[in-house]
Each structure stands twice: as structure tokens, then as C-alpha cells.
């Protein structure tokens, strides 16, 4: 079986804390290219660490918040201008993702929701699997800001197992979502803070025996949790630019 690329393109909080990129994760398989959640930053973070962006194939967004998707008007304007693209980009995201992501682009870049650039909108719902060219998702639920239609995604992908909980306090769905996972990428933005709709250190250290995946790594951390990460030796962290194979 070909190893599946993961690049950590972007791992920060929306505040761009420690001054990483927003949330983007780039997944290359044999087959199929793709993008889990793009923030503001992500082409500039793909171009930063030698990623051509004319490979995407599908970008999977977790929820409507902008340091998630808000550098999608930014691939776009980039597949439209910068290459010979014939083959349509997929965005795949909750309900309503056609309406937000033509409104968001259509304001950066006026016109460029009706351009060449063939895009093909999906929307997923919690607890259905959908499949899209070779890959399979399941999303589920989540709690963070309700109006962002938050979700965790479990991807199936030539084989493996990649599971994402989006932003999110914990919440026993997230056990499901990483059961059997190869990877699953939690978000730990605080390390001891309790903040509503987010996810901590502690409370992970108390869940993580539940969790059924066999490689789990931290994302969107503040800048106290990027400092605890470098003494803290029973957890890993995601940094911009980390590259692993499954
Ligand atoms: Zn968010």
C-alpha cells in the first residue's frame, strides 16, 4: 500500500498565536489530493512549505469560522490564475456550504464564484457517510459556536483512517469519531482554561484512554499550550510544516 502524505500546513489558533498559520492540513494519497479545513493562511502556508496548491482535488471544511475557511477565495483565485485546470474543485462542508463559501468569495474576489474554475459543492450531514471520488466521510457533531455548524470528520482514504475534531469542548462523539483512526488530529487550544466551545490539556489527559485511535496529535493551540507542549512528554503536538506518512 502507498504511504499517505499528511502536512501540517497551518496548526494555530485563530489569533495566529505563536505566530503559526491557520488551520490546514494537506492529505496526499495515490489518488486523490486533499484539504482539511483552509483558514485564512493556507496558500500562503502550502506555498511556504513547497506544496503546489494545482493538486487539490477536494477541500473538507469542519465548520464556518474564518480561520477555517477562509482561504478558500484564495485557492480559488490561485487554480483560476495560476493553472491550466480542467478538473473540477470539490468543497465539501455543513449545511448551507454553497451559499457561504460563494458569498465569502464573491466578496474578496468579485465575479469569481461564476468563473472558469469549475467547483462542486457537497454537503454532509452528522452521522452519514458520504463518498466522494475515492474517499469516504463520516461527520458528526460537535460542540462549538452553533451558527458555524461545528463538526468533527472521520475520512477514509485510500485505506487509512484520518479523523479531525474540528473546534470543539470535548465531547464523548469525538471517541467515535477517532475509533479506529491511524491519525486523529484533536484540537487542544488551552492547556488548563475552560473555554466554552474548545478543547484542553486536562480534560484530554482524562479522556485520552478512551480514545481508540493509534496515533493521536494536537492542534490549535494558544500560545501557553505550544510552551507546555515542549515539557510535556505524553502528548504530540502538530507544528506548521510537520510532515508524517501513514
Ligand atoms: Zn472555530
Given amino acids: 500500500m502507498d ?41 500562503n502556508s502550502l506555498i511556504k512549505f513547497c506544496v503546489d496548491p494545482s493538486n487539490i482535488d477536494i477541500i473538507m471544511i469542519s465548520h464556518f469560522h474564518g480561520d477555517h475557511i477562509a482561504g478558500i477565495p484564495f485557492i480559488m483565485i ?16 455543513p449545511e448551507g456550504v454553497e451559499e457561504k463559501i460563494k458569498s465569502l468569495s464573491n466578496i474578496l474576489y468579485p465575479g469569481i464564484a461564476d468563473s ?24 458528526y457533531k460537535v460542540i462549538h459556536s452553533e451558527e458555524t455548524k461545528p463538526h468533527a ?21 469525538l471517541n467515535e469519531a477517532a475509533d ?3 491519525l486523529f488530529i484533536c484540537e487542544c487550544n488551552f492547556y488548563d482554561e475552560k473555554i466554552k466551545g474548545h478543547n484542553d490539556y486536562e480534560i484530554l489527559q482524562k479522556k485520552k484512554p478512551s480514545l481508540k485511535c493509534k496515533r493521536m ?20 503536538q502538530a507544528e506548521d510544516g510537520k510532515v508524517i506518512y501513514l
Fill in 3 to 43: 504511504k499517505i502524505k499528511v502536512l501540517f500546513a497551518g496548526t494555530g489558533d485563530a489569533f495566529a498565536s505563536g505566530g503559526r498559520y491557520h488551520t490546514c492540513f494537506h492529505v496526499e494519497s495515490k489518488d486523490t489530493t486533499l484539504l482539511i479545513d483552509c483558514g485564512a493562511t493556507a496558500l
Fill in 78 to 93: 490561485y487554480l483560476q490564475i495560476m493553472t491550466e485546470r480542467s478538473k473540477p474543485l470539490i468543497i465539501c462542508g
Fill in 116 to 139: 472558469k474554475l469549475e467547483v462542486v459543492y457537497k454537503e454532509y450531514k452528522a452521522n452519514e457517510t458520504l463518498n466522494i471520488e475515492k474517499i469516504k466521510l463520516t461527520p
Fill in 153 to 173: 470528520l472521520k475520512i477514509e482514504i485510500d485505506g487509512r483512517i484520518i479523523s479531525y475534531s474540528g473546534d470543539t469542548e470535548w465531547t464523548d462523539t
Fill in 180 to 182: 479506529n483512526a491511524d
Fill in 217 to 236: 496529535i494536537i492542534t490549535h493551540m494558544d500560545e501557553k499550550m505550544q510552551e507546555m507542549c515542549a515539557v510535556l512528554p505524553d502528548i504530540e
